[in-house]
């Protein structure tokens, strides 16, 4: 019998209202992901990438459907309830690591700890864990302006870990490094999905980052074309109404091509 | 604003009361130990946030510092202004127990009455069968003079007041720290005066001298005195006293040096009359029957408490006081607000994505308000408490009060409630001028923030 999905996306919509006018950015989307797979999301701007995973994130609620993350129905949580669910569940890295400049890097990692029921001494050797697992046991007392761009990035997926979360969402993780600090950084999320079994989430606009990832989905114009991981290749797009009438619905005209 | 002085209440009365110091020391510290607990405990529990709101206010250290400095001065002229109020209110207050009855002329001001009036007054004009006696009394009759009649100056005057010196330590407010030595010298010695410490400076004389005045007020009643104490620090420090007896016999012996004539202040030179009773029902009574007399008719009596007359005194001043109240403390409490309003704004627009972080993270929307409004409440009441624990060290510790030269009033002074109103201004303040700001913080869309950043 197949593993239950980690993340289930069962026909959301997501639409923003500028004035009067109705802006929809998703449109009658289903995917899943499975149990400790490493997901990359890919698109031109404006597909809805970024919306579709803070939506699966829990940082926002879709217009309509449902949104099934470890088991529980997140889309009708309340605002008070998402964020006690993202606290243990979702760990998050950002483009552009938004650290919390007066904090050390040790106090930028306890951050999500503090809302836990944790001792003081429990924090201290999770926060360590954390740094040590990403190379940075030696920089605990460094705040983010004395670390480098990939420190930061390495503080910042520390951050996302310490909770033990049930996904890891990352967006554009690599986007503001160099080559050689953004193949760290991907070496570093390969590791921790191998090791630690972690189901990753990656919206990205680099190709080299996709490859790392065991599948690719493209999205454009609010709908996904699924690839397989490799530039060039696509295969025909899954929507409830490709699965009634039998026939192909629209190919994804990005197949692999960064934006 | 009595209310705003409860802890000087408490040691005044403590020190009127020292019999029931122990149950008043218990009360203190039963209620300061809870108050402590509290404090500590919501510390405690939340301290694992403290770091974080201390750690974000050293984010801009010089917007920080100059938001604290301008609570600081605020806060200064705010303990000022209520002290200065609260004194007001303070000997205004009307006591319902160990009242202190004022006797003076009805229809004049300055009050002016015969001397003849004394021995029955000091008595509450008491001349039937359960009648009210005082529980003790007091004349004042006011003598003023310089000692150097060429060149008058305010350093060289003296202003005295002529009494009974065996009421001094018994009637006087804040004179039962008197040296009972230099009480009894003014006992034994007509001449002698007692004479504050800075206007013996001022005059450039000390205890043991003997001095001339030239009266200003008894024209021609020129007194020689000799000085025999001075008082302890505090509001007589620029008052004198002198033995009634002396003044009463210089009149008395008026005549014989000016053809028979009477000194034209002989039957005008009682200003002033205490009386002590003990509550309100007492007063009411006593008043009736002097002022129900017919010893008393010309001219007519009126009988107050203290605080009704010091406020009859102050009622030039009414609307200045209205204005100080209700205009200037509500006007320096919105600055305040506003000041903190701009540093928490500015502080919460910059740190929108931190804050979306914040809510990524797991915090909710009601812990970053929180954590907002306990940067805003430390700025405020922190600079608040320091500002008022200084003043009150500079003023009332350093200076020992603003010296205030008028008689029925105490120094004006920084009360030890100064530090939980310095401490309560800034955190309302802060609050008040933070809590729309924050309300912005809690509702950041973070997707918006995001969306924004990418």
Redesign the interface.
């Known amino acids: 019998m197949a593993a239950e999905p980690i993340v289930r996306v069962l026909g959301v919509h997501k639409f923003f209202t500028r004035g009067s006018e109705q802006i929809d950015v998703l449109n009658d989307l289903h995917m899943e992901v499975a149990d400790g797979e490493f997901l990359a999301l890919m698109g031109p701007s404006g597909s809805g990438k970024?919306?579709l995973l803070?939506l699966i994130?829990g940082?926002?609620k879709p217009s309509q459907g449902d949104i099934w993350v470890g088991g529980q129905l997140i889309s009708g949580m309340t605002?008070?309830q998402l964020?006690?669910w993202?606290?243990?569940h979702v760990g998050?890295i950002?483009?552009?690591y938004?650290l919390?400049?007066?904090?050390t890097a040790y106090?930028n990692v306890e951050?999500?700890l503090?809302?836990l029921p944790l001792s003081t001494s429990e924090r201290r050797r999770q926060v360590t864990l954390a740094l040590d697992l990403v190379g940075l046991s030696d920089r605990l007392r460094h705040r983010p302006g004395q670390l480098s761009g990939g420190q930061q990035q390495r503080v910042g997926i520390a951050?996302a870990i310490v909770t033990d979360p049930t996904l890891i969402v990352a967006?554009?993780p690599t986007g503001d490094l160099d080559a050689r600090s953004a193949e760290e950084i991907l070496n570093l999320m390969g590791e921790l999905r191998r090791s630690m079994n972690k189901t990753i989430l990656m919206v990205t606009h680099d190709p080299r980052a996709a490859q790392r990832a065991q599948r690719v989905l493209h999205l454009d114009k609010g709908q996904l074309v699924e690839g397989d991981g490799h530039a060039g290749k696509s295969q025909e797009i899954w929507t409830p109404a490709s699965a009634r009438d039998g026939s192909p619905a629209m190919r994804g005209a990005v197949e692999g091509r960064p934006s | 604003m009595g209310y705003l002085i409860p802890i000087q209440e408490l040691l005044w009365q403590m020190k009127q009361h020292p019999e029931q110091m122990s149950a008043m020391l218990v009360w203190i510290i039963a209620i300061a130990t809870v108050t402590l607990f509290l404090l500590a405990s919501a510390g405690f529990y939340y301290r694992k946030y403290v770091t974080l709101v201390f750690k974000s206010l050293r984010r801009n250290l010089l917007r920080t510092f100059l938001t604290s400095l301008a609570v600081m001065v605020l806060v200064f002229v705010l303990t000022l202004v209520v002290s200065f109020l609260a004194v007001l209110d303070f000997v205004m207050t009307e006591k319902s127990k160990d009242l202190k009855a004022i006797v003076t002329e009805r229809w004049q001001v300055p009050s002016q009455m015969p001397y003849a009036y004394a021995p029955t007054l000091e008595q509450g004009a008491a001349n039937r069968s359960g009648d009210i006696r005082p529980e003790d009394s007091m004349t004042w009759s006011f003598y003023g003079g310089t000692i150097d009649p060429e060149k008058k100056t305010r350093e060289n005057m003296v202003f005295a007041f002529a009494m009974d010196p065996r009421k001094l330590r018994s009637m006087m407010d804040d004179l039962e720290d008197l040296d009972p030595a230099a009480q009894q010298k003014l006992v034994d010695n007509k001449r002698g005066i007692l004479i504050g410490r800075e206007k013996l400076q001022s005059m450039n004389k000390r205890v043991g001298e003997r001095i001339k005045v030239t009266s200003m007020n008894y024209k021609d009643i020129d007194l020689e005195f000799d000085i025999v104490g001075t008082f302890p620090d505090g509001r007589y420090n620029n008052s004198a006293v002198m033995n009634r007896d002396y003044l009463v016999d210089a009149l008395d012996a008026y005549p014989r040096t000016h053809n028979g004539s009477k000194h034209p202040l002989a039957d005008k030179s009682l200003n002033l009359v205490w009386l002590r009773v003990p509550d309100t029902e007492a007063f009411r009574h006593m008043a009736d029957q002097i002022m129900g007399s017919s010893l008393y008719s010309s001219p007519a009596v009126k009988v107050e408490t203290a605080s009704s007359g010091i406020a009859t005194w102050i009622e030039p001043y009414r609307d200045l006081l209205w204005g100080l109240k209700w205009l200037l403390v509500p006007t320096l409490l919105i600055t305040m607000v506003l000041v903190i309003a701009n540093a928490i704004s500015i502080s919460v627009r910059e740190r929108r994505t931190e804050m979306a972080v914040l809510k990524v993270l797991g915090f909710s929307p009601g812990r970053i308000l929180a954590l907002v409004l306990g940067e805003a409440v430390l700025i405020g009441g922190g600079s608040g408490l320091v500002s008022a624990g200084l003043w009150y060290y500079l003023i009332h510790g350093v200076m020992g009060g603003i010296k205030f030269p008028i008689a029925f009033f105490p120094i004006f002074d920084i009360y030890p409630d100064a530090l939980w109103w310095g401490l309560l201004f800034g955190m309302v303040a802060a609050l008040a001028g933070s809590i729309i700001p924050a309300w912005s913080a809690r509702t950041v869309k973070v997707s918006e923030v995001f969306a924004k950043v990418a």
């Open positions: 970024t919306t803070n994130a940082l926002d605002e008070g964020a006690r993202r606290t243990r998050f950002f483009q552009f938004h919390l400049p007066v904090l106090e951050l999500p503090l809302l951050r967006d554009e």
